[in-house]
């Protein structure tokens, strides 16, 4: 439990950080936006095998999801299951809502490599539509990261990554969710 809560304490503090993406047009939100993925959920995947290389070979999985929320609200958490052919894997998706500018931060801890956080994407929701951004690099190269969230009112909520290359003027999918009430 210490490990979970410097891990909190890490992301509420990061999540006052300025906008890495300097230029985008960022949502905002409140801290119930995440309110429909409170609950456990079956999950299926569809991955992309190769990124930013032209591939349209895409790899399909199960998965289940449970997500919590904490810090009354500010914060959530999901205990991801990703069943991959190589072999299954968990991962947990974290969150912090900061209040003063009304943006989520969304780290990723892989539990392939449990002592790295990956780059936090950052943003809120417009119309039931979550979009988050992030600056990284793929294979030694400046890429944006942008998740983004859709059909969060349906009871069957959709998830997918896409990546950048030229600073947003295109994007790749290259990750999708679609969640079903397990």
Same mark, same amino acid.
């Given at each position: 439990?210490?490990?979970?809560? $410097?891990?909190?304490?890490?992301?509420?503090?990061?999540?006052?950080?300025?906008?890495?993406?300097?230029?985008?047009?960022?949502?905002?939100?409140?801290?119930?936006?995440? /309110?429909?993925?409170?609950?456990?959920?079956?999950?299926?995947?569809? $991955?992309?095998?190769?990124?930013?290389?032209?591939?349209?070979?895409?790899?399909?999985?199960?998965?289940?999801?449970?997500?919590?929320?904490?810090?009354?609200?500010?914060?959530?958490? /999901?205990?991801?299951?990703?069943?991959?052919?190589?072999?299954?894997?968990?991962?947990?998706?974290?969150?912090?809502?900061?209040? =003063?500018?009304? =943006?989520?931060?969304?780290?990723?801890? /892989?539990? $392939?490599?449990?002592?790295?956080?990956?780059?936090?994407?950052?943003?809120?929701?417009?119309?039931?539509?979550?979009?988050?951004?992030?600056?990284?690099?793929?294979?030694?190269?400046?890429?944006?990261? $942008?998740?983004?969230?859709?059909?969060?009112?349906?009871?069957?909520?959709?998830?997918?990554?896409?990546?950048?290359?030229?600073?947003?003027?295109?994007?790749?999918?290259?990750?999708?969710?679609?969640?079903?009430?397990?």
């Amino acid at each position: 439990m210490d490990q979970l809560r $410097r891990l909190l304490l890490y992301a509420l503090a990061a999540s006052a950080l300025p906008n890495p993406v300097q230029g985008q047009t960022m949502h905002t939100g409140s801290p119930e936006d995440f /309110d429909f993925l409170v609950g456990d959920w079956r999950v299926a995947h569809e $991955r992309l095998n190769g990124r930013l290389v032209g591939s349209d070979d895409w790899q399909h999985f199960a998965g289940t999801c449970a997500m919590r929320k904490l810090m009354g609200g500010l914060g959530n958490v /999901d205990d991801n299951v990703l069943e991959i052919p190589t072999g299954a894997y968990r991962a947990v998706g974290l969150r912090s809502f900061n209040p =003063q500018t009304r =943006q989520w931060a969304i780290w990723w801890l /892989d539990g $392939r490599d449990p002592h790295t956080l990956q780059t936090p994407v950052r943003g809120g929701f417009e119309n039931g539509v979550g979009a988050f951004i992030a600056e990284e690099t793929l294979n030694g190269r400046p890429i944006l990261v $942008r998740f983004q969230w859709s059909e969060t009112h349906t009871g069957a909520p959709r998830w997918e990554q896409a990546f950048s290359p030229d600073n947003g003027a295109s994007w790749e999918i290259n990750w999708r969710m679609q969640f079903t009430r397990a």
